[in-house]
Structure formats: structure tokens, C-alpha cells
Nanobody
Framework: QVQLVESGGGLVQPGGSLRLSCAASSVVVASNAMGWYRQAPGKQRELVARISSGGSTNYADSVKGRFTISRDNAKNTVYLQMNSLKPGDTAVYYC?????????WGQGTQVTVSS
């Protein structure tokens, strides 16, 4: 059974940084295209960063140049380094495969950017 556990969220001031982690069980992150998604209140969930099984990365225009997705194959973990955070980045962040594993979403981690 797929299990993806997100962590690392919190409250940060505009301009600050956070690093999110996604620890995977029963799935090998290096064998899948993995992504970070986010959902802000009243909005649809959106994909913000993707890393392919080969290691290439893609980003939504809204986060390009500020967010970096990476993975540690030995730890079977995917990361999202978020710099220069803006209030508009406030959301619950989830990791999942791209496309998402059918019927599965973890609990996510809340990121709040506010002064």
C-alpha cells in the first residue's frame, strides 16, 4: 500500500525559506515521476514541481526560480526547497506521483507565509 508522509511545513515570513520532505513507503521514488502539489483555500490542487525518474525537473511558472525539487534515492525521499516565499504560496502541500497514484493523497503539510 502506497504511503507518502509529508513534513516540514510551518509559518514563515515573506522572503523566508522552508524545506519540505516526503518519505515514501511501498513505492520507489526513483522509479516514478514524483511531484509536489499544493492546494490553497478555495482553489484546486495544482502541480508545482515535478522530477522524472531520470532526474529532470519541471516547475510551474509561479514558483520557477524559487523552488527546487530533489530526491534522495537512498532515503527514498523527495524534497522541495522553497525560497523567497510569498503570501501566495500559502497552501497545503502534498507529494504524489505524476500522475497521482489512483485514489491516494497523504495528509499534506501546511505552509503559511505571513508577516
Amino acid at each position: 500500500q502506497v504511503q507518502l508522509v509529508e513534513s516540514g511545513g510551518g509559518l514563515v515570513q515573506p522572503g523566508g525559506s522552508l524545506r519540505l520532505s516526503c518519505a515514501a513507503s511501498s513505492v520507489v521514488v526513483a522509479s516514478n515521476a514524483m511531484g509536489w502539489y499544493r492546494q490553497a483555500p478555495g482553489k484546486q490542487r495544482e502541480l508545482v514541481a515535478r522530477i522524472s525518474s531520470g532526474g529532470s525537473t519541471n516547475y510551474a511558472d509561479s514558483v520557477k526560480g524559487r523552488f527546487t525539487i530533489s530526491r534522495d534515492n537512498a532515503k527514498n525521499t523527495v524534497y522541495l526547497q522553497m525560497n523567497s516565499l510569498k503570501p501566495g504560496d500559502t497552501a497545503v502541500y502534498y507529494c504524489n506521483a505524476v500522475p497521482p497514484f489512483f485514489g491516494y493523497w497523504g495528509q499534506g503539510t501546511q505552509v503559511t507565509v505571513s508577516s
